[in-house]
């Protein structure tokens, strides 16, 4: 979150339903016996804040506006920066001296500067909410809302979880306080292909554990095989944003629109909050039309017990048999990691 009142705001508007309060350098934290106990005492108007809350809630902004046409200082890499006006635009109209290779991120999804525009799943910035931008180099970010047009640009606002409901996503997106982003491109039997007719979803992996020793759920409270998220072409660019924490395994599945068909990426990386992958030099996924082609888990005879998830991320079973999954509604599902479509 951010605000854009002139001069700084007490934390004491964010505290009654807040457990977290967390900057690029300082936080507040509500302690079961303690109350509140940390260093961060005002949000101020240039600043970009993390805020954990026990149920939704909303703040009463009074006063005159933020006057940002001095413009917000960068250092060099990642800057927790406010939006500082009270009208939406699009990071073209709005920032005036991006630079090629800066990215600005935000908790719905984010946008690259090359080329002389910005192109990602982050097509708004709007009022309220913060972000986190990755400057080449040192400077001071330059505004201009004079083209800002919350009315006109609203529509183009798109979704980290495309084509679902808006409370499945609320539920996906704000379970965890960091993202990784990525952009991608697709390679299938050796040749690099348009990103158009596939979708790539990024599964959170348990660390690998011995025979015999059981898996640290503690570290790890996450079910294996729970979805992160879900990529949305661009003009044949995969971009996907991953959710999570902790630096745990990912791995990712390529589906097919057309034919519905899975295959598993060859490709595994580590939940990381920072980028990967640039718009001139995408991250590769690789995949074998054959090989790599996933074969429904409900087929298998002796499959035991799988946690079982819809593609928004819900649980559905943490403990499923196969009777119990032949009982599902028709639909896609990630199965043990794997993801089966029923019909």
Request: charge should be negative; charged fraction near 20%; glycine fraction near 10%.
């Amino acid at each position: 979150m951010s605000h854009w009142q002139q001069g700084s705001m007490a934390t004491d508007a964010v505290k009654p339903n807040a457990t977290r309060i967390l900057s690029q350098t300082q936080e507040l934290v509500k302690d079961g016996s303690y109350g509140w106990v940390g260093n961060l005492m005002e949000l101020l108007p240039t600043q970009m804040y993390k805020v954990q809350t026990s149920e939704a809630a909303s703040i009463a902004l009074d006063g005159s506006c933020y006057d940002a046409s001095a413009g917000l200082a960068l250092e060099k890499g990642w800057n927790w920066i406010s939006y500082p006006y009270f009208k939406a635009g699009t990071p073209d109209a709005v920032i005036t001296n991006a630079e090629d290779g800066d990215y600005i991120t935000g908790q719905r999804g984010f946008a690259e500067y090359a080329d002389d525009n910005w192109a990602g799943t982050l097509t708004m910035l709007q009022p309220g909410e913060g972000y986190l931008y990755k400057s080449v180099a040192a400077k001071t970010l330059a505004y201009d809302f004079t083209k800002a047009d919350a009315a006109r640009q609203s529509s183009s606002l798109l979704s980290p979880f495309p084509s679902r409901g808006v409370g499945q996503e609320e539920t996906a997106f704000r379970c965890y306080p960091n993202t990784m982003n990525i952009t991608a491109r697709i390679s299938i039997d050796g040749t690099e292909t348009a990103g158009e007719g596939y979708v790539i979803y990024g599964l959170a992996r348990r660390p690998a554990h011995t025979a015999g020793e059981q898996a640290d759920t503690e570290a790890c409270p996450y079910s294996d095989g729970e979805l992160r998220g879900i990529s949305q072409c661009i003009d044949g660019t995969h971009y996907l944003t991953i959710y999570g924490d902790q630096a745990v395994p990912l791995s990712f599945l390529v589906e097919e629109e057309a034919t519905g068909q899975t295959f598993e990426a060859r490709e595994t990386l580590s939940f990381v909050s920072d980028v990967v992958g640039s718009r001139r030099q995408p991250f590769v996924f690789t995949i074998s039309a054959v090989a790599d082609r996933l074969s429904s888990p409900l087929l298998l005879e002796g499959q035991g017990e799988a946690s079982v998830y819809t593609l928004d991320g819900i649980l559905v079973s943490r403990r499923a048999t196969p009777a119990v999954l032949s009982q599902l509604p028709k639909g896609v599902y990630i199965v043990g990691g794997r993801k089966v479509c029923i019909k």
